[in-house]
């Protein structure tokens, strides 16, 4: 079965550009949570789909965003970036709760300039 | 405390054991997670333990948990130069909420 997997692996933005990142769970697997990790701040919890609504927010500002469609792929959007928003974004599936056990993607490294 | 808390760094010959330790935050909670992240790449689960156990072995990777005192642990018996990493614990607290984790322990590796 193949794994979770993410597009693009690297993208390289300029201040107060957007930028659109994609997840396509494993195969069943309905639900998708995001998340975000940085050196100092750790593994951070964005938000988590379940059946195209998301079911749990953590704790950012309204720039991030996401949404799922109705085959369980999601994308995540980070308008306005800022130079904080450099990280490596990482998409978890699991089976349809948050906490069954998460399979995670290799993420994609974003740099802002 | 409200975090889930891991040392930073440990650093072992090749051979030995390792243990790297976790203090989670939720009693609650019902599984508890390793996750080995390598440099460049995801998180790849290592293994899992239900709450109502007090260890689980799995090749050279054996968990314990003392739920009294809300602390993981895992053990990797002969560790190898391919076990460098950083390792993650993480909890699944109580109501419909995603894994918490901790900062992470960056095992090296000396051979």
Redesign the interface.
């Known amino acids: 079965k193949a794994g ?1 997997t ?1 597009t693009p692996r690297y993208l390289i933005k300029t201040r107060g550009q957007q930028v659109t990142l994609s997840c396509s769970p494993i195969s069943g697997h309905r639900s998708v ?1 995001w998340y975000q990790q940085t050196p100092g701040q ?2 951070q ?1 964005l938000f ?1 789909y379940f059946s195209e609504t998301q ?2 927010k953590g704790n950012f500002p309204g720039r991030f965003s996401g949404r799922q469609f109705s085959n369980s792929r999601s994308e995540m959007n980070v308008s306005t970036l800022e130079l904080g928003d450099s990280a490596l974004y ?1 998409c ?1 599936s699991s089976l349809s ?3 069954d ?7 994609t ?1 974003l740099t802002v300039l | 405390g409200e975090d889930v808390e891991q040392s930073l760094f440990l650093s072992v010959r090749e051979g030995d054991s390792s243990v790297i330790n976790c203090t989670y935050t939720d009693s609650s909670s019902t599984y508890l997670y390793w996750y080995k992240q390598e440099p460049g790449a995801g998180l790849q689960l290592l293994t899992y333990i239900f709450s109502n156990m007090d260890m689980k072995q799995d090749q050279r990777l054996t968990v314990l948990l003392n739920k009294k005192d809300k602390h993981l642990s895992l053990r990797i018996a002969d560790t190898q130069t391919g076990d460098s990493a950083i390792y993650f614990c993480a909890e699944t607290p109580s109501g419909n909420t995603p894994l918490v984790f901790g900062k992470g322990t960056r095992l090296s590796v000396i051979a």
Do not use: D, K
Request: no cysteine; hydrophobic share 25%.
């Open positions: 979770v993410q949570s750790g593994l919890f988590e079911r749990n990482l978890a709760e948050p906490t056990t998460q399979y995670f993607g290799p993420g490294r």
